[in-house]
């Protein structure tokens, strides 16, 4: 398997530009998660997916934020406008069930700089 | 927000030498899990402690948990270059949500 899928690496953008985060998560798993990580903040949960249903979109900071998952093997993350405090870096994560309070897999990560 | 609390927040060591990392946490557990983070990287996971155990071994990894303490500890034998990464502790919070520590950042030197 090659793990959860990440895409781009590194996005570099200019405020107020639509900025769109890809990933795929491991087949089979049923559970997907977004993650920022920052210095200041460390590591925080944005949104996740339980069957492509999103279950508690809490910690995602703002209207300019949005995600979702059309299909088992595909989900998005969404900046529109960007800011520059929306630099970070955002990880996706899939895990085989929620319930089982299982581990999680994690992506390589998208860098992201706006400018 | 983060509930969980590591310390140390840095740790530098000789190659050879044992790492330990803590970590302490507010509420009830189902488990607990340690993650490892190499720079520039995703996390990887490493092992998880669930709350009716008190000590895992994963090869050179050594995990314990104090459920009456609310703390985990992360020991690291023979440590080696490699090992030089971030190390964080985390647990699923009542709503379901893995909550990370702050981590600690090793650094092993050769």
């Known amino acids: 398997d090659a793990g959860v899928i990440q895409s781009p690496r590194h996005e570099v953008t200019e405020m107020g530009q639509e900025v769109t985060l890809r990933c795929k998560p491991i087949?089979?798993?049923?559970?997907l998660f977004w993650y920022r990580q920052t210095m200041m903040r460390g590591l925080e949960l944005l949104i996740y997916?339980?069957?492509?249903?999103?279950?508690?979109d809490s910690g995602m900071p703002e209207d300019r934020f949005s995600a979702k998952m059309p299909n088992a093997s595909f989900s998005t993350l969404k900046i529109q406008p960007s800011e520059p405090r929306d630099s970070a870096v955002y990880f996706c994560?899939?895990?085989?069930?929620?319930?089982?309070?299982?581990?999680?897999?994690f992506g390589p990560g998208t860098r992201l700089t706006v400018l | 927000s983060q509930q969980g609390e590591e310390d140390p927040q840095a740790l530098s060591i000789q190659e050879g030498e044992n790492a330990t990392m803590n970590c302490s946490y507010k509420?009830?557990?189902?488990?607990l899990q340690w993650y490892r983070q190499n720079s520039g990287r995703g996390l990887v996971h490493l092992i998880l402690?669930?709350?009716?155990?008190r000590e895992k071994h994963s090869g050179r990894l050594r995990v314990t948990l104090d459920t009456s303490k609310k703390s985990s500890s992360l020991l690291i034998t023979a440590s080696r270059a490699a090992d030089t990464a971030s190390y964080f502790c985390?647990?699923?919070?009542?709503?379901?949500?893995?909550?990370f520590g702050q981590g600690t950042e090793l650094s092993v030197k050769p």
């Open positions: 997916f339980n069957n492509n249903v999103p279950i508690d």
């Open positions: 509420t009830s557990i189902n488990n």
């Open positions: 994560a899939s895990s085989p069930t929620r319930r089982a309070y299982n581990e999680q897999f």
């Open positions: 087949s089979g798993h049923n559970s």
């Open positions: 985390a647990r699923y919070n009542q709503g379901g949500k893995l909550i």
């Open positions: 402690i669930r709350s009716n155990e």
